[in-house]
């Protein structure tokens, strides 16, 4: 990781009275997967409209390989790869068809379409209509989308929902693939151990303003308490649970407490969620 | 901008945009308007002029005549029963010629012919049965002959039969129907699905995206206009200038479309919008229609400046002295579309993606 691939300053935007961005500032370095995470109405698909040069900002300043995206939104657009949050292919055509008009809209020599078909698990669909594919399939010809330009940086916008474990998994191991490849990729995402699993950092925005930014691991560090959970029979026989904060003064007289008057069925460590982190800054959840 | 690029969306609108109900109906409706005109109140298989001549004498006009094969001639024994064939409309036009016709011509005298025209026979009809007559006149006498043609009207008082009433409608409807609803219907349903947000955030520009959709609209509507003048016999003279006239009134009806769909957000809205606009379209169209209307009405309507240049040239055989006042103004309604066009789709971005 060395030079920024998006640097933004203090930027704005609002629709009409609404502000969706309020002055916010980050940087993702070449070569990083940041997660971007927030609530819906939280400012992230604005944000990613700004960064890709779909809307301007009313105020402060976005560089996309060092382009400067509302000038240059055209250089900038030829050498990054979306996948947008709502589906938007051609229903009409086929999924080779929608990768090859893509792929020829970007001027890709020598498009292998089949491979990237194999890669998000579509090779058997190729030649369906996307009519015809599953909401699944859809999206991961979305993400396929992305992908024909081999682009130096990737805008992820909620890739894996809707999709099954497996498929999720697969399109995790593409992002992961592609970060191998060199790209940058900027992810959203409502998958929380998602984030957690393939985020280098990870930025938290609430109501337009970014509240925390950070490696996952930093976070947790920052905010997060780890806790022991217990399961312990009573005298009745009934089942309850017990925890025990790690990490403080008491923690090992309340431990050897737990041991000597409880009768504990299962004991294990728990690290904090992003979402609990995300809960214990901003007091809401990132579902809401 | 690149070429290439409006190559490849046009390419994907006419791949993939040609199987939306909009574009069949676009191109579906006037040629089934052209059926139902012609299947009332004319033929698809309406051949030749049909001229009646009633000869005092014995011309070598009507021997000329009767080997022309682009009339269909029938001579009569009587003036009377020419002029009940041309009252009943067997006949389109009925001329009668005195005994010493063709040495007046020839001698280059003065003369007066009678010419009986059928009220309800197609101007196209009565325009080449003329020449025709007049071209073997001038063949004979070998010079251009000073004789003076009295019309005398016969049968339905207006004088202009219903198919030829409803052309001016049914051009209106093939040049604007696809010109104007195709390239509409088809930004507003890419607005709709999303998918123009997908192509503007690759290297194709939004300058790009509009010309192909446009260029849809142009092509489509030229193709009908173009079809639907054939299927009505009225694709046979100036071609030049008619087809300036159908380029020109193409780009009318797709800068509207797509002007329209730049502030339309669903198919719904559009459908509705056109629907509206329909009067303002077609106005100049029933103005044609019915001549109980005054006809500077029709003048009001931008789209006039297209339909009657096309009915001047295609039935009363007009050409680019008759019809050029009309071109410089339709051209000037063009270049403020134009314009307006371009501010209004730069400004779609913003709302849409």
């Known amino acids: ?49 700004m960064l890709t040069g779909q809307l301007s900002p009313k105020d402060g300043e976005i ?68 009519s015809s594919l599953s909401k699944g399939m859809k999206q991961r010809l979305m993400v396929a989308r992305a992908l024909v330009n081999e682009s130096k940086i990737l805008f992820l916008d909620e890739p894996t929902e809707g999709l099954d474990p497996t498929s999720a998994n697969n399109i995790r191991n593409v992002i992961l693939e592609e970060r191998e490849r060199g790209a940058t990729v900027f992810l959203t995402t409502h998958d929380m151990l998602e984030a957690d699993k393939l985020s280098d950092r990870v930025a938290f925005i609430n109501e337009g303003e970014i509240v925390a930014l950070d490696t996952p691991h930093n976070l947790k560090q920052r905010y997060g308490k780890r806790i022991m959970k217990a399961q312990v029979k009573t005298d009745s026989g009934e089942l309850e649970d017990r925890e025990i904060v790690m990490d403080d003064t008491s923690t090992a ?19 904090a969620s992003l979402e609990d982190i995300f809960i214990q800054i901003t007091g809401r959840g990132l579902t809401g | 901008m690149s070429v290439k690029r409006i190559g490849i969306l046009l390419r994907k609108e006419f791949g993939h945009g040609t199987n939306s109900y909009f574009f069949i109906f676009a191109v579906a409706a006037p040629l089934i308007f052209t059926v139902f005109v012609n299947l009332i109140f004319g033929s698809f298989l309406e051949g030749k002029a049909k001229l009646g001549i009633f ?7 009507v021997a000329s005549l009767r080997e022309m094969k682009s009339i269909d001639l029938e001579e009569f024994a009587s003036e009377e029963e020419l002029r009940g064939s041309v009252e009943r409309g067997t006949r389109d036009v009925g001329i009668i010629l005195q005994n010493d016709f063709d040495s007046k011509i020839a001698n280059g005298e003065p003369t007066t012919v009678t010419a009986y ?19 073997q006149i001038r063949t004979i006498s070998g010079k251009e002959p000073p004789i003076d043609i009295t019309p005398v009207s016969l049968g339905e008082k207006e004088g202009v039969p219903w198919k030829d009433r409803f052309l001016p409608m049914i051009v209106l409807m093939a040049i604007f129907i696809s010109g104007f609803v195709v390239p509409a219907t088809s930004l507003v349903d890419e607005k709709e699905k999303g998918t123009i947000g997908a192509v503007l955030t690759t ?16 092509i489509v509507s030229i193709s009908m206009g173009m079809l639907t003048l054939i299927l009505n016999h009225a694709f046979n003279t100036r071609l030049g200038l008619l087809m300036l006239l159908l380029f020109l009134g ?104």
């Open chain 1, 1 to 49: 990781m060395s030079a920024d691939a998006i640097r933004v300053d203090n930027i704005r935007f609002s629709y009409g009275e609404i502000t969706a961005v309020n002055g916010i500032s980050f940087h993702v370095e070449e070569g990083e997967i940041f997660g971007f995470l927030g609530p819906n109405g939280a400012g992230k698909s604005t944000t990613i409209k």
């Open chain 1, 63 to 130: 560089t996309v390989l060092g382009l400067d995206v509302t000038r240059e939104s055209g250089a900038v657009q030829s050498q990054i790869g979306i996948c947008f949050e709502r589906t938007n292919l051609y229903e009409q055509m086929s999924a080779i068809e929608n990768l090859k008009f893509f792929a020829s809209l970007y001027g890709v020599k020598g498009f292998d379409v089949d491979r990237l078909l194999a890669r998000v698990g579509l090779k058997d669909r190729g030649s369906d209509r996307v």
């Open chain 1, 253 to 271: 007289k309340d431990m050897h407490e737990l041991f000597s008057n409880e009768s504990v069925v299962t004991i294990h460590s728990e690290e």
């Open chain 2, 55 to 61: 000869d005092h004498g014995s011309s070598r006009v």
């Open chain 2, 117 to 135: 025209i059928w009220g309800e026979s197609l101007m196209k009809n009565r325009a080449i049965a003329a020449s025709a007559f007049m071209h």
């Open chain 2, 203 to 218: 290297p194709a520009t939004q300058a790009e995206f509009f010309i192909a959709k446009g260029l849809m609209g142009i």
């Open chain 2, 250 to 353: 193409a780009i009318m009806a797709s800068c509207g479309g797509l002007m329209l769909a730049a502030y339309m957000k669903s198919m719904a809205s559009i459908y509705s919008t056109i629907k509206g606009l329909g009067i303002i379209l077609y106005g100049p169209g029933i103005v044609a229609i019915f001549p109980q209307i005054p006809q500077w009405v029709g003048k009001l309507f931008p789209t006039y400046y297209v339909m009657n240049p096309i009915f001047e040239i295609a039935r009363k055989g007009g050409s680019w002295s008759t019809i050029n006042r009309d071109i410089y103004v339709l051209i000037g309604i063009l270049a403020v579309l134009i314009a307006l066009a371009g501010v209004i789709t730069s400004k779609t971005r913003q709302y849409e993606t």
